[in-house]
């Protein structure tokens, strides 16, 4: 049920980009380079150091492996245009960084989860449900007969589909969020690092040594810098790993509500609550 559920929503998710933002195809480079540094030199690199130094459970680091080798969140393309930073750059991050998920997950899950026994064919499998299919999928939902009916639902197919996830892997992990919640303190103390921390920090940076990134960029950077795609970590979890390697995405996936509330309010201030 996971997989169909989350390639619908990823497929309302990527209406967001049109074909005509792929040209020409030289602008793509720059933006397609940050995002892939961005999601795995970054923040994919925080993540795992940050659960191997927090979490001794092998399960649960094996479950923020997942986290560290998805691709950057697509939910960085409608909260750029929120925040007004510079949808293109947004766009075309996110496009690098499931490019390069192709090659960056199977090898990142042979080096950091040698334990989780997978083949080239189910991470093939999981890649078409999750990125290609709905990609193509999205490209039905931007015809002009449905254009209209299909953003107005967008909003709310997503949310939808993504608090059915959570509910999933809340449900099968009923056990240890009851009986055991002290085991949820250091995923939420990496969770929490790995949104707020390193958007503080990605922030800062931009603005310190990042001369030609102007405000918008800066925004849609930080937010390359701080999402990753956490409805793709969950079915991977779930389809590769025991239960309890689906808590440290479910739990990303719970501190996304208040990280994102943080990001509308911050930026909004500074635009002067526009």
């Given at each position: 049920m996971v997989l169909p559920l989350l390639a619908i929503v990823?497929?309302?998710?990527?209406t967001g980009i049109t074909l005509k933002e792929f040209f020409p195809l030289r602008n793509l480079i720059r933006p397609m380079l940050f995002g892939i540094s961005a999601s795995y030199l970054v923040l994919g690199t925080l993540i795992i150091l940050l659960a191997w130094l927090f979490t001794p459970d092998k399960e649960l680091f094996w479950g923020f492996v997942i986290i560290a080798a998805a691709p950057a969140g697509t939910g960085v393309i409608p909260f750029?245009?929120?925040?007004?930073?510079?949808?293109?750059?947004?766009?075309?991050?996110v496009l690098g960084s499931y490019l390069a998920s192709f090659i960056l997950i199977p090898v990142m899950l042979m080096v950091f989860a040698p334990g989780v026994s997978v083949s080239p064919e189910i991470i093939g499998r999981i890649l078409v449900i999750l990125l290609v299919i709905p990609m193509?999928?999205?490209r039905f939902l931007l015809a002009k007969p449905i254009q209209k009916p299909v953003f107005y639902l967008r909003g709310k197919v997503v949310n939808l589909g993504f608090a059915l996830v959570i509910y999933t892997v809340i449900g099968s992990n009923q056990d240890v969020f009851l009986t055991d919640p002290m085991l949820l303190l250091p995923v939420a103390a990496v969770t929490f690092f790995a949104t707020f921390g390193i958007s503080l920090a990605a922030d800062w940076a931009l603005k310190r040594w990042a001369k030609?990134?102007?405000?918008p960029?800066?925004?849609?950077?930080?937010?390359?810098?701080?999402?990753?795609?956490?409805?793709?970590?969950i079915a991977v979890s779930l389809t590769l790993l025991p239960p309890r390697g689906g808590i440290p995405p479910a739990?990303?996936?719970m501190m996304m509500v208040p990280y994102l509330m943080y990001l509308s309010f911050?930026?909004?201030?500074?635009s002067g609550g526009a």
């Open positions: 990823l497929a309302f998710s990527l750029a245009f929120i925040l007004r930073g510079d949808v293109a750059f947004a766009v075309f991050g193509v999928a999205s030609s990134f102007n405000g960029k800066q925004i849609s950077g930080m937010l390359l810098a701080s999402l990753k795609n956490n409805g793709f970590a739990v990303m996936g911050r930026y909004r201030e500074k």
